[in-house]
């Protein structure tokens, strides 16, 4: 008998054969998606399939299914379908469809932000809030977890402080690991539906971004949620591990979730005073956002806001600036320059609530609460 175990990793030709089968026109496959509660008290995503008769149009069209929690049988959530996208790995007419977690009663479960988030939005709704996510990740090795992607197995890559070495943006071997990841996520996302704008390597090896938006309203939270759903999917194919911690590896870099945001009026001519006032409005209430930044009511983002990066900020205290990234919010240049245009905080970790965040932002920023 062999001692070798079975590979773990997708095999693409084994799955064409049967994903080329021909597919009833009434028989479509409808995948929820949704964040499901641990109990480690983080949700995580999940996923199931539902075939339903005809293609859906719209989430509404889709019927509310039910989910249980693995560590009370007694329990039974509701999944609601809320915003629907197209199917980048079954192709056709399946869909993925993103879903709102109820109770039993049709009430929103403590882990669902989405909820609230959705009120703030709509009380705004009259000014057109735009939001912008800079979403940064890790690849991980998928045998050793805690360990990135293509780093030496009993050391470290050469430092980015050394005057030669490149990571940021970087192109060629040994300068970037995991574009097949980055490159699959990008098109999987255009074909979804989800406004994906922009990508690029980061400051480590192995470290990746890409840009979600301009999305108005509620609409960045879904779509940043369903552009995670897929990349932990597409890193699945390949048994790649993907990390959304703020300081996935000690000693080295952070990851973020820099926050773009605009309105009407910072988006008319004169609209860089409206960006003052807004940035003043935040600069008081700095500490109840930072708690809002990461699910751990700011002890993980503690981790990154150290003040000892060149990007960045010192967490202890709040500052503006223009073009600096070391800034708690920073106004770019050329926003500046042409006297209207859009805010960036800079604070939000990578593995921030993006419902909880917008939210956070419109609340303090146009409702003043």
């Known amino acids: 008998m ?17 994903l080329s089968l021909e597919q009833p026109p009434n028989k479509i496959q ?54 629907l996208y197209n199917d980048p790995f079954r192709g056709g007419n399946n869909k993925l469809v993103l879903c709102d977690l109820l109770s039993a009663d049709m009430k929103p479960l403590p882990s669902n932000h989405r909820a609230s988030c959705v009120e703030a939005m709509d009380a705004v709704k009259h000014e057109h809030p735009w939001f912008g996510l800079e979403q940064e990740y890790m690849l991980m090795d998928g045998f050793n977890p805690k360990w990135p992607l293509g780093w030496p197995k009993n050391g470290y890559p050469e430092p980015i402080s050394m005057p030669h070495v490149l990571y940021h943006s970087a192109v060629g071997t040994g300068s970037n690991v995991g574009r097949d990841v980055m490159e699959a996520h990008f098109r999987a996302c255009l074909y979804a539906g989800v406004n994906i704008c922009g990508e690029n390597a980061e400051a480590m090896l192995a470290q990746w971004e ?29 048994q790649i591990g993907v990390s959304f911690d703020p300081r996935p590896i000690p000693g080295w870099l952070g990851a973020g979730a820099h926050m773009n945001f605009s309105t009407d009026k910072t988006r008319a001519p004169g609209g860089l005073a409206e960006i003052e006032r807004t940035i003043d409005r935040l600069s ?29 900020s010192d967490g202890n205290k709040f500052t503006s600036c223009v073009g600096n990234r070391g800034a708690s919010v920073r106004v770019p240049k050329q926003v500046a320059q042409k006297g209207m245009g859009y805010m960036e905080d800079r604070r939000p970790a990578s593995n921030c609530d993006p419902y909880v965040v917008s939210e956070a932002l419109v609340r303090t920023c146009l409702l003043n609460e």
């Open 2 to 18: 062999s001692s070798q175990s079975t590979p773990l990793t997708s095999n693409p030709e084994f799955l064409a054969r049967y």
């Open 30 to 83: 409808i995948t929820y998606v949704f964040l499901h509660p641990g109990n480690d008290g983080q949700a995580h995503f999940s996923c199931k399939t539902k075939v339903v008769s005809e293609v859906p149009k719209q989430a509404s069209d889709l019927p509310v299914w039910d989910c249980g929690i693995p560590t009370d049988s007694r329990v039974e959530i509701l999944l609601r379908p809320v915003q």
């Open 284 to 312: 008081k209430r700095h500490d109840k956002h930072l708690s809002l930044y990461d699910p751990n009511g700011g002890a993980d983002n503690a981790r990154r806001l150290t003040g000892s990066e060149y990007y960045a």
């Open 210 to 238: 890409y840009q979600v938006g301009p999305c108005e309203g509620i609409r960045i939270g879904d779509d940043v949620m369903m552009s995670r759903y897929i990349l932990l999917r597409v890193a699945e194919e390949l």
